[in-house]
């Protein structure tokens, strides 16, 4: 009778142990969105943030920057679009990374401002 046991027992923890790899798989894709790690998203869009609120851009301006930006990270907007889509299925994490996004914006924005008491 101890044979039927252990075929059940190897069951048992052949299942458990595929649920704990799936589990940590889902865990490590909802970090990502539409293909793309949250922390990239957060990068790319608080640069292009920036570009946005630069003052003194013309519209051409612009418009090259932001292409610049996306080209240079291997990006489309559709792309960028469809994590964001994404990122809006869960609004508590769309709050907690928009707010990544502006820190990152803001911080980035400091360090490159110039220094006014530089010399002319």
């Not at 920057?65 to 907007?77: H, P, V």
């Not at 809006?88 to 990152?104: G, S």
């Amino acid at each position: 009778m101890t044979l039927p046991k252990a075929p059940i027992l190897r069951t048992y923890v052949v299942s458990f142990s595929l649920a704990v790899l799936a589990s940590s798989g889902a865990c490590r894709r909802s970090r990502d969105l539409n293909g793309l790690s949250e922390t990239r998203f957060v990068a790319v869009m608080a640069a292009l943030k920036q570009v946005r609120d630069r003052p003194g851009l013309d519209s051409a301006q612009r418009t090259h920057s932001r292409d610049s930006i996306l080209q240079k990270e291997g990006l489309t907007a559709d792309r960028l679009q469809g994590a964001a889509k994404q990122l809006a299925q869960n609004p508590a994490r769309a709050q907690t990374v928009w707010q990544a996004i502006e820190r990152r914006a803001n911080d980035t924005a400091v360090v490159k401002a110039p220094n006014p008491t530089i010399a002319k």
